[in-house]
Nanobody, 127 residues
Framework: QVHLIESGGGLVQAGGSLRLSCVAS????????MGWFRQAPGKEREFVAA?????????VYSDSVKGRFTCSRENAKNTVYLQMNSLKPEDTAVYCC???????????????????WGQGTQVTVSS
């Protein structure tokens, strides 16, 4: 069993920054991937970014956040971060982290890859 707890969400003006954290506990493994997804009201869950605990593959990002968001990890703290810069109103959503093994890089983008999910943290960007 893996437990994930996100934090760091909040209200920020457009152009501002936030850093989300996801702390993992339980039976984590070095071959796990950690994904960030978001869901806005009335919209489907959307891939944001993903990273592997092992660092064997570089982080991946959706086109909508590439160049603005950075995903990183701190293995000693079992924590994954999502640094979000140049935030836009369309980034407003509940952001969730997820964990599971991803054998292939293409699996990092698919929410169906991940079995373990956090509760999410709200990010609201005002214009």
């Amino acid at each position: 069993q893996v437990h994930l707890i996100e934090s760091g969400g909040g209200l920020v003006q457009a152009g501002g920054s936030l850093r989300l954290s996801c702390v993992a506990s339980g039976r984590t493994s070095n071959d796990y991937a950690m994904g960030w997804f978001r869901q806005a009201p009335g919209k489907e869950r959307e891939f944001v970014a993903a990273i592997t605990w092992s660092g064997g593959r570089p982080p991946v990002y959706s086109d909508s956040v590439k160049g603005r968001f950075t995903c990183s990890r701190e293995n000693a703290k079992n924590t994954v971060y999502l640094q979000m810069n140049s935030l836009k109103p369309e980034d407003t959503a509940v952001y969730c982290c997820a964990a599971d093994r991803a054998l292939f890089s293409t699996m990092l983008y698919d929410p169906g890859t991940y079995y373990y999910w956090g509760q999410g943290t709200q990010v609201t960007v005002s214009s």
